[in-house]
């Protein structure tokens, strides 16, 4: 049941990073512009949820497996079990893409990945400062190579 839910919620984030990757400027004449390559990744994830939705939904209408018969709130919580790295995972991408033109793609990237590798990371030994250095290097690596080789800009946001 989770995954229908998850399903559907990646449908929806694939449709808003369609739509709003057509507001790219282009740079040169080509036939692709900087908007082509988000816009394939988004379709290509719109495909795959609607493969696991379907793929889910005939599973569950084979197995009958979907009962109420503990209750409502037993169901919740199991469901909740299941899914909660999910949950957070989502509320911390949602708020990387708000604080994505507010502070600047090199600091809210570097806070996302930070909080989910705290968040995803192995429950005995949470090294904080691995963890930073790794968001650190995959920050400024995408950005260099974004910003001087494919000559895409990013958000500076109110630092940068």
């Known amino acids: 049941m989770g995954e229908i839910l998850i399903g559907i919620l990646l449908i929806f984030f694939s449709a808003l990073i369609y739509f709003n990757s057509g507001d790219f400027p282009q740079l040169n004449?080509?036939?692709?512009?900087?908007?082509?390559?988000?816009?394939?990744?988004?379709?290509?994830?719109?495909?795959?949820?609607?493969?696991?939705?379907?793929?889910k939904t005939v599973q569950l209408l084979q197995s009958k497996t979907?009962?109420?018969?503990?209750?409502?709130?037993?169901?919740?919580?199991?469901?909740?079990?299941?899914?909660?790295?999910?949950?957070?995972?989502?509320?911390?991408?949602?708020?990387?893409?708000?604080?994505?033109?507010?502070?600047?793609f090199i600091i809210?990237?570097?806070?996302?990945?930070?909080?989910?590798?705290?968040?995803?990371?192995?429950?005995?030994?949470?090294?904080v400062m691995v963890i930073s250095l790794i968001s650190f290097v995959i920050t400024f690596g995408v950005y260099l190579f974004f910003e001087n080789v494919l000559y895409v800009r990013f958000p500076n946001g109110i630092l940068f």
């Open 108 to 127: 809210s990237s570097i806070a996302f990945i930070i909080a989910a590798g705290l968040l995803i990371g192995p429950r005995k030994k949470k090294d």
């Open 29 to 55: 004449e080509t036939h692709l512009d900087p908007g082509s390559y988000p816009k394939l990744i988004a379709l290509l994830l719109i495909l795959l949820s609607l493969v696991m939705i379907i793929k």
């Open 66 to 104: 979907i009962s109420f018969d503990t209750g409502m709130k037993d169901f919740v919580k199991k469901q909740w079990k299941e899914y909660h790295l999910v949950v957070y995972t989502l509320v911390i991408l949602a708020l990387y893409i708000f604080l994505l033109n507010v502070l600047g």
